[in-house]
């Protein structure tokens, strides 16, 4: 079975950027939107920043500025890069890969922790 295999998390300090990646461990047809969610402890599971299959982009507010989302399409693979991280911004940070006609894909999830 098909997983995506996300990287980048890690402990860094307010103010620093850390990359996050993640691409599918094996082929996945019909491709739509890749993106990035993220949950904190005690808190819903909240979108941060999506990209469709033709490039148009979508933040939340909080991160909006700060976070850039960027897919290389040849290797169907997803980034976020965050810049001037704040504390708020600690919590797992899970993948998303839509698809047209088979559901969605999520990751494992990957810890980022931003201290102040």
């Known amino acids: 079975q098909v997983q995506l295999v996300e990287s980048g998390g890690g402990l860094v300090q307010a103010g620093e950027s850390l990359r996050l990646s993640c691409a599918p461990s094996g082929n996945i047809a019909g491709i739509n939107a890749m993106g990035w969610y993220r949950q904190a402890p005690g808190k819903q599971r909240e979108l941060v920043a999506m990209i469709s299959s033709g490039g148009t982009t979508n933040y939340a507010d909080s991160v909006e500025g700060r976070f850039a989302v960027s897919r290389d399409y040849a290797k169907n693979t997803v980034y976020l890069q965050m810049n001037s991280l704040k504390p708020e911004d600690t919590a797992v940070y899970y993948c998303?890969?839509?698809?047209?006609?088979?559901?969605?894909?999520w990751g494992q999830g990957t810890q980022v922790t931003v201290s102040s």
């Open positions: 998303k890969l839509s698809t047209r006609w088979n559901g969605d894909y």
